[in-house]
């Protein structure tokens, strides 16, 4: 079936350091692709999207291509904030519009 | 706007008893979902409602978790008897209609402990 495989956790970072946290999947489809993130304490809320094969999605600093001859959507930041740091999820869903989520990567920055 | 409203936020049970949480979503919104995340783990999609009726229920444990969705608005979400695997973090989504394009919006979830 299909399912998200992101790189595992903890990501940890300098401020200003170059940012990538990898997620590839497996589809049946042609699904849409998303990065939601989770900040300490908060509820899920989505980070960018993409719905078709080399879409970029992109957002607060944050990239991500729909890149369909890999089967990955590789989110990217040129330079990270402390403020980034929250688990960030990979999904992706049909046009019936269940999420199926990756197991997520922690990402910790310090000053 | 006034996201998506659950309650309780946290709840501790002993396992085989029962317990409900309740969620209401943004104003408008025709589809409703709950996702179960245990810890480690992404979300998983447990039900999901179009207005009062059930789309998705395939991964609903229905042995012994329930959940309804009166009027198309409000939703409960049951677990009777509990089990000690049952505790997770239970998050209420909602959309404004049943297509991808359109974004899921989620609450703070009810972080359920059963002991």
């Known amino acids: 079936g299909d399912s998200v495989t992101q790189m595992e956790g903890p990501v940890t970072l300098s401020e200003e350091a170059f940012l990538t946290i990898n997620c590839t999947y497996t589809?049946?489809?042609?699904?849409?692709l998303f990065w939601y993130v989770q900040y300490p304490g908060e509820g899920l809320q989505l980070l960018l999207k993409a719905t078709k094969a080399d879409d970029k999605g992109s957002n607060k600093g944050f990239e991500a291509t729909y890149r369909k001859e890999t089967t990955s959507f590789h989110l990217e930041k040129g330079s990270v904030q402390v403020s980034d740091s929250a688990v960030y999820f990979c999904?992706?869903?049909?046009?019936?519009?269940?999420?199926?989520f990756g197991t997520g990567t922690r990402l910790q920055v310090f000053p | 706007e006034a996201g998506v409203a659950q309650s309780p936020r946290y709840k501790i049970i002993e396992k085989r008893q029962s317990v409900a949480f309740w969620c209401n979503p943004i104003s408008g919104h025709a589809t409703l979902y709950w996702y179960q995340q245990i810890l480690g783990q992404g979300p998983k999609l447990l039900i999901q409602?179009?207005?009062?009726?059930?789309?998705?229920d395939s991964q609903l444990p229905k042995d012994r978790f329930s959940a309804e969705r009166l009027k198309g608005v409000d939703s409960t979400l049951k677990i009777q008897p509990a089990k000690l695997e049952d505790s997770a973090v239970y998050l209420c989504a909602s959309s404004l209609l049943w297509e991808a394009t359109y974004e899921q919006y989620f609450g703070p979830g009810t972080r359920l402990t059963v002991t």
């Open positions: 999904a992706l869903s049909y046009n019936t519009d269940k999420l199926i």
């Open positions: 589809a049946t489809g042609y699904p849409s």
């Open positions: 409602f179009q207005n009062n009726g059930v789309v998705d």
